[in-house]
């Protein structure tokens, strides 16, 4: 083929290619279509699927029949959704039990009448933003633009994290970002053990500052994994997770080239990791008291990292003499800077526990720190038992109290950390032969 030959096929190409783009466009203001969302808004509306017949098939190329529009990785089945039309009315609906779908953040349980600039998930990353020219108007509050972040933070707000677009300091934009680049990593993952039956399941967690260790700590966004067979967890920094998901990617990527990974050693398993004490939930106790020379003896209530009830801790506060002797009635006051000048006694106790869930039984044991103390105080860790009795006290001494002490007592508490401990126990065969999927469907996690 000579020069001129060549120039005469790209031309005509170019026309194809040029006659192809206007097609598309003419039909794009006629017909309903999905136009894909990426991270990169580069890649943005470059994949366009017309849903014009009375119905299109939706899954994966290996199907029998082949599906109308072809959808590869993760979580997406043979027949996945299956979309109809019907005069104009656009409805879609899970081709298969289980598949997933979201629309508008939502997981799609049903069939839905699909309305203009729609947001549809298919499987774990094939986002699409719905358009239909013909009925043009759009539900209140949609925005006019549909960016992949917007599509993000509606999935997360859907999950039961608050999202905002302004009005945010700066410590609240630093969480709202990790959890819009988590989300989807964490969705990845989860379909990555559920297609490896590796009987794991993976949340982002926000973990406060006081349940953490260390001073003047901020909330932390951090990845919850689960062991479904036991119900053992691990929380991972976002560091941690990253990595682990390279590895994960890593794997499946074998187990997508035909190897089998069903038998991968522990130690080379990203999903596995050895039993550790697990942090069950915090609880504080305010010091007001102290400030008037008053015990404080209560139980106080253990939240986990969502609020959740998980037991009470029965905790005395007491002031007293250097030798641990409680105060007599002469010793209270009634102003706090009676206390200014002089040296102060506690008693700190964590006397007993009731925790709700048995698997906890396998050892519980409680960690504090009181004022500018830089070590943590344990207790020991009880096994066998959900009411721990640790009779745990100690004396702290403040040599001399100033304005900062009280200012402590007026707005600061002790915060006690529950931790349950861990082992690798013995699976019931009847929960083994769960997969991973069936678990995730019924709630198990």
Not at 166 to 194: F, H
Not at 421 to 440: S, W, Y
Request: glycine content about 8%; aromatic content about 8%.
């Amino acid at each position: 083929m000579d020069w001129d030959q060549k120039l005469e096929q790209q031309r005509a190409e170019d026309v194809s290619e040029n006659n192809e783009r206007d097609l598309t466009a003419s039909r794009k203001k006629k017909e309903p279509h999905l136009l894909n969302l990426n991270e990169d808004p580069q890649l943005s509306g470059v994949v366009c699927h017309f849903l014009g017949s009375s119905e299109t098939t939706f899954g994966r190329k290996d199907a029998d029949p082949q599906p109308t529009i072809t959808l590869n990785g993760l979580s997406i089945q043979k027949k996945h959704a299956i979309v109809s039309n019907s005069d104009g009315e656009v409805e879609i609906k899970p081709g298969s039990p289980g598949a997933k779908i979201k629309v508008n953040g939502i997981p799609l349980v049903n069939s839905k009448v699909l309305e203009n600039l729609d947001r549809i998930l298919f499987g774990s990353n094939h986002m699409y933003v719905y358009h239909n020219p013909a009925k043009a108007d759009v539900p209140e509050g949609t925005p006019a633009t549909i960016d992949w972040e917007f599509a993000q933070k509606e999935i997360a707000h859907a999950k039961g994290y608050q999202t905002a677009g302004s009005g945010l300091n700066k410590e609240q934009q630093r969480v709202q970002d990790q959890i819009l680049e988590l989300l989807p990593m964490v969705n990845e993952v989860n379909a990555v053990s559920e297609e490896l039956n590796k009987h794991r399941s993976f949340e982002i967690v926000l973990i406060s500052g006081a349940a953490q260790e260390g001073k003047d700590k901020e909330t932390e966004v951090m990845v919850k994994m689960k062991n479904l067979l036991n119900e053992n967890t691990w929380v991972w920094g976002r560091g941690k997770f990253i990595n682990r998901r390279y590895l994960i990617q890593e794997l499946y990527q074998r187990f997508i080239d035909g190897e089998d990974v069903s038998d991968v050693k522990d130690n080379d398993d990203p999903f596995w990791e050895p039993p550790e004490d697990v942090l069950i939930g915090t609880a504080h106790a305010f010091l007001q008291s102290l400030g008037y020379s008053l015990d404080f003896d209560d139980n106080i209530t253990v939240t986990d990292f969502k609020g959740t009830d998980e037991g009470k801790l029965y905790i005395t506060i007491k002031p007293c003499t250097q030798d641990g002797k409680p105060y007599t009635d002469e010793e209270y006051v009634d102003d706090p800077s009676e206390l200014l000048g002089k040296p102060y006694h506690i008693k700190i106790g964590v006397i007993n526990g009731d925790v709700h869930k048995a698997r906890y039984s396998k050892g519980l044991m409680v960690k504090y720190r009181f004022y500018e103390e830089t070590e943590y105080t344990e207790t020991p860790m009880l096994t066998g038992t959900l009411s721990p009795e640790w009779n745990h006290s100690r004396i702290v001494s403040i040599p001399v109290v100033t304005q900062e002490v009280l200012d402590y007592f007026e707005t600061g508490s002790i915060t006690y950390s529950l931790y349950g401990h861990q082992e690798n126990t013995a699976v019931d065969t009847k929960r083994k032969n769960l997969t991973t999927k069936v678990r995730h469907i019924g709630g198990f996690c």
